[in-house]
């Protein structure tokens, strides 16, 4: 719930899936779950929106709306949980379902999502993650050294790498990657989490700037998802899963 501007980093996430058509969330809750379920029941679009004010203030009409084609499962998944037992805890709600997206919701990107999708479907591993490169603050020697940015396309099936108590990047990748399962979507566009103050500060400049990369909805017209590529549901779009954690 730490903020980018007047709106929470995930409401930010969120929003970069619903550009592109994926509004059906589960968010997998832990530490301060409250905060973030007050904030959506509360959620006021007047005060993320323009909006017309008529009538001596009793009608209201809005010039643009956020949240109002969002689904969003709420489930609480522990407060000590791992990702990987987020996850685990959220497969019920994933029935039907052939693949879905994953995100750690702490981070942003411009990453362009229907070709990271189309890559991962064309390789047809049970996960595929977005590679980029660390944001350091100081040289490295290894300028091809690359990290998981947290955003996934993941198979249903990869639910059967995974074992109780499993962190999602540790036991469960070694599998896959024996398996020869593990996908990696290469990345060099704009790529930043916010685990520090200080890089809180930095998106907050950037988006002062007034030109966030992250910000595809205010670049480009809403894309709906391919129907030929979706899943078996046909309607193309898939669930977004925002795996909270535990010490945020």
């Known amino acids: 719930m730490v903020r980018v501007g007047y709106r929470p980093i995930l409401w ?3 929003k970069f899936y619903a550009h592109y058509g994926h509004t059906d969330f589960i968010l997998c809750l832990g530490h301060q779950g409250d905060k973030i379920k007050e904030y959506f029941l509360n959620y006021d679009e007047c005060v993320s929106n ?14 643009q709306s956020d949240i ?4 969003i499962t709420f489930v609480d998944t522990g407060l000590d949980a791992c990702v990987g037992e987020r996850l685990m805890a959220v497969k019920p709600y994933l029935e039907g379902e052939d693949y879905f997206l994953a995100n750690y919701a702490d981070g942003v990107s411009d990453v362009p999502l229907p070709k990271m999708i189309d ?8 996960a595929c993650f977005l590679g980029v490169q660390p944001n350091y603050t100081r040289h490295v020697s290894d300028v091809g050294l690359r990290i998981n940015g947290g955003f996934f396309v993941l198979r249903t099936d990869v639910f059967d790498y ?3 108590g499993d962190e999602l990047v540790e036991a469960p990748f070694r599998r896959m990657i024996e398996a020869g399962q593990l996908a990696s979507y290469v990345y060099d566009g704009f790529w930043a989490c916010m685990d520090t103050f200080k890089e809180k500060q930095m998106l907050e400049e950037i988006q002062r700037q007034g030109d966030a990369p992250w910000e595809v909805w205010n670049r480009e017209p809403v894309r709906a998802p391919d ?3 979706g899943p078996a549901s046909g309607d193309g779009a898939m669930k977004a899963v925002s795996v909270v954690k535990s010490e945020e």
Do not use: C, N
Not at 50 to 63: P, T
């Open 50 to 63: 323009d909006f017309v004010l008529s009538k001596g203030g009793r009608q209201v009409d809005l010039i």
């Open 119 to 126: 890559f991962a479907r064309a390789h047809g591993k049970a």
């Open 227 to 229: 129907l030929t590529l």
């Open 68 to 71: 109002h084609d969002w689904t």
């Open 162 to 164: 995974m074992e109780p």
């Open 12 to 14: 930010h996430i969120m």
